[in-house]
Structure formats: C-alpha cells, structure tokens
C-alpha cells in the first residue's frame, strides 16, 4: 500500500525557516545544496524545504505550495495509471541523482501530489543489495534491504 513518506515546505530565507522550524518542532537540519535542506527528526530524514525566488504571496492569492511525496514501487506504472484515471502530470519524472526518481500530478479535482520511487541500493559489485552483501560490506542497510535478506 502506498504511504506519504516525505513533506517539501517552500521558503525565500531558507536560514529563517530553519531557525523557526528548528525552533518550533525540536527539528534539525542538513544542507542539500544552495536552494535545498533536508528535515531531520532524530536523525531521520522526514522531509525538506525548497527554496522559492520571490516573496511568498498572501493567502488570498496563489503561491507556491507544501508538497506531500507517496512512496510507489514503479513511478512509469502509477503515472500510466494516473492518466487512465484522468489526472494531469504537472512535473514529469525526474531523476534525483543516486536517490531515486519524483514526479507531480493533480487528480481530476485539481489536488496536487507527488509521487515517490526509491533507486535499488547496489552493493559495491552492483548486485541488487541485500541485508546480507551491504552487512559484509560494513554498510547501512536500508529497510527495503533488510527485507530482502538472503
């Protein structure tokens, strides 16, 4: 069953929504890049906040919005399914370099989500990673790959 597994919060001082964020939910912090951080609560990754160029609009007009991620096990799949279903792709799949890919749609109602797939963690031979290979290589071992031991 799909689940929300991660949150986007749009800002213009990346600093400022760190601080309040921070503040507010005990949160930390880890820069991406320039325009990205990631949201960390007790060293898990929950989420992030993007950076957006102009001013935030006030709520009576259109701005830029929270994005919600469902995790899916084929993005080409649900995106296929989406447009049976008579949703729009508002952002086409891209590729978030090592991590995995990402793509926005709006149902027939206009809501807005995103979808989420994880890339396949590799050992270091390129197999397909198991708990068992990634343990003998001394590496983290993610929940999808602690599943798949064998």
Not at 62 to 68: C, F
Not at 139 to 150: I, P
């Amino acid at each position: 069953m799909p689940k929300f597994v991660h949150v986007e919060i749009p800002a213009v001082d990346l600093r400022r929504a760190k601080a309040f964020y921070g503040k507010l939910f005990g949160w930390s912090f880890r820069d991406f890049d320039r325009d990205y951080t990631l949201i960390l609560d007790g060293g898990e990754t929950i989420g992030g906040i993007y950076r957006v160029r102009r001013a935030i609009p006030r709520p009576d007009r259109r701005r830029p919005q929270t994005r919600a991620y469902v995790a899916v096990e084929d993005i080409d799949t649900t995106l296929k399914a989406i447009r049976r279903a008579r949703g729009t792709i508002v952002e086409e799949k891209q590729e978030v370099p090592g991590m995995g890919w990402w793509a926005g749609f709006a149902d027939p109602q206009g809501a807005v989500l995103y979808l989420w797939q994880r890339m396949p963690q590799r050992d270091e031979a390129g197999r397909p990673a198991t708990a068992m290979n990634l343990e003998e290589e001394g590496r983290e071992v993610s929940r999808e790959a602690q599943l798949v031991k064998g």
